[in-house]
């Protein structure tokens, strides 16, 4: 197994990207030290009466970290810390004597009313805090960054069917700052910050850039990419898009897995998967009896709308083959059913 004898640390651990990080890295044989902000490391069987008492003493959660206990693997080589991405020094243990670091925590929030402090200080102090922790670190060959293709696309350049996006793309914070483009703007400048700190610091540095990550979620708790194709299945949100970009979760943990052991990998990788309304109209038409789409000509075999083109090259250079958008649907459609999110 690649994770024998080696240790790693995922910064948000509770999260629902995290989350499969966490297991595949338990899977390959590593010994993971998970943040979370509130630990809650309890046997299964203790949490029932356990979390009647935290519910009523403190804000602590299980639901954060049942899931992660739970993990094979995780009795013997997983290790919960607390930690918060606006306390400085908060890393520090969880970081020292790791090979590598993955670090995902920063807060995902799309709504209009999110206010940009509640998203930039986290994001960006964040990552100064975790990368200065590594810095502390002589022990740890490469950070991991989950950065997004908020951080790409977004600079108010056409996004026309001629349009090939990739790696060499950056958001522009005044544009997004203009357009109230609050969380593209904290994922652009916590980027720029890893960048520069890497660099000031000599450390070894890879950031991912995912499109909207789906896929089942293992965490009880519905985070927010997970829960648009619940509004999408549920008919709260239309299908109205020329064209979704989603990748399958455990694609996106696999892809943070071999953007630490590839040692050739270096620098910005786009991880996205499009897929055209009318396909997803297919897709998701005969399970959900609510699916509402804006466009009747979503039920031809058209877009549209042109959508525009992103590279794969950098991609394919970790070895990944996505898997299909309808198998990545499906299965968050059974499992947002298993776990009550929907009773069609
Ligand atoms: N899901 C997507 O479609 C997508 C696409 C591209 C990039 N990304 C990026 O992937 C990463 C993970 O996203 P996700 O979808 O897995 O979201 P998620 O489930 O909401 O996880 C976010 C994690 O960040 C943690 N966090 C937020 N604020 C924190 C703070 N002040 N201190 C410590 N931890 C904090 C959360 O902790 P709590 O559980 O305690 O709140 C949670 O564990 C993020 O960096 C996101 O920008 C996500």
């Given at each position: 197994m690649s994770g024998e004898g080696k240790v790693v640390a995922v910064t948000g651990a509770s999260g629902y990207i995290a989350s499969w990080l966490v297991k595949l890295l338990l899977e390959q044989g590593y010994t993971v030290r998970a943040s979370v902000r509130d630990p809650y490391a309890r046997k299964p069987m203790l949490n029932v009466i356990i979390s009647l008492f935290y519910v009523m003493h403190?804000?602590?959660?299980p639901r954060k970290t049942e899931h992660l206990v739970g993990l094979d693997g995780a009795r013997e080589r997983l290790k919960l810390f607390k930690a918060n991405l606006l306390e400085e020094g908060s890393f520090d243990a969880l970081v020292e004597g790791c090979d590598g670091v993955f670090h995902t925590a920063s807060p995902v929030l799309l709504s209009a009313?999110?206010?940009p402090e509640e998203l930039i200080e986290p994001a960006v102090k964040g990552t100064l805090n975790v990368l200065g922790s590594c810095a502390k670190a002589p022990s740890l060959k490469r950070v991991v960054i989950t950065s997004s293709l908020a951080s790409v696309v977004c600079n108010g350049k056409p996004l026309t069917s001629d349009t090939v996006v990739d790696e060499t793309w950056y958001s522009d914070p005044v544009y997004c700052e203009e357009n109230k483009l609050h969380y593209p703007l904290s994922k652009t400048l916590a980027e720029k910050v890893a960048w520069d700190f890497a660099k000031e610091h000599n450390i070894d540095l890879v950031t991912l850039h995912p499109v909207v990550v789906i896929g089942p979620p293992l965490q009880p708790i519905l985070n927010l990419s997970v829960e648009f194709v619940l509004n999408l299945l549920n008919g709260k949100t239309a299908i109205s898009e020329p064209n979704y970009r989603f990748v399958d979760v455990r694609d996106v943990a696999l892809a943070h897995v071999k953007a630490f052991e590839i040692l050739s990998a270096n620098g910005r990788y786009i991880l996205d998967g499009m897929v055209p309304n009318y396909e997803l109209f297919k897709i998701l038409h005969p399970l959900s009896p609510g699916l509402v789409t804006l466009e009747e000509k979503c039920k031809d075999d058209k877009p549209f709308a042109s959508a525009y083109n992103v590279s794969q090259e950098k991609a394919k250079s970790l070895g990944i083959s996505y898997t299909p958008v309808e198998v990545s649907l499906k299965d968050t459609f059974e499992s947002l059913r298993e776990k009550k999110f929907i009773s069609f």
């Open positions: 403190t804000t602590a959660d009313h999110a206010q």
